[in-house]
């Protein structure tokens, strides 16, 4: 089985986030429960859980909450039909996705190969778990709305968490890794 590891925003930015998630839905009629809005940093294949937690509580321990630039709106096509919002690939996040690779590789876990070319992106409706399929047409719409509406905003990320692929909120968490605050 596949696990994700995402980063999540604290509640200011999932706000503002989730409305253009929310009226996408609505006009399409996608979702009945919306996706719980992320980052996908990493997929894991088959992983020992165990071992998995101690790398990932080793590597995260002196991380904090930081910002990620959203600068745009991308969509992918067919399979996926998928609007996105574009995550900047630089920075904090640049760098945590890096090392999490790394070590991941260096301690024989099945992930990405070339996880610097991957585009970091917010999934805003896709044919994953909607409760119905999107036509071309009205997902060529929603693309072209979107990307001419445009988006921008300096997100905050308060968590790392492991996730099941499943759509259901409380069975999906594996661990969640909180990071410090400024304070701390």
Known sequence: MKYYLVAL????????????????????????NLPTLHITLEVIDDPNLNKLDEILTDILKSYKQFKVEISDVICFNEPYKSVNLKVENKGYIQRLNRVINDKLKLHGF????????WDLHISLANTNFASREW????????????Q?????????????????????????????YPLKTFLE
Not at 135 to 146: D, G, I, P
């Open 110 to 117: 099945n992930v990405r190969n070339r996880a610097s070319e």
């Open 9 to 32: 925003f604290d509640k200011d930015s999932y706000k503002s986030i989730e409305d253009i998630q929310r009226n996408i839905s609505k006009k399409y009629k996608l979702y009945k």
């Open 135 to 146: 036509s071309n047409h009205e997902f060529l719409n929603a693309c072209t709305k979107a």
């Open 148 to 176: 001419n509406e445009g988006f921008y905003k300096l997100a905050k990320i308060e968590r790392i968490e492991l996730w099941k692929p499943i759509n259901n909120k409380r069975d999906m968490l594996i661990k969640s």
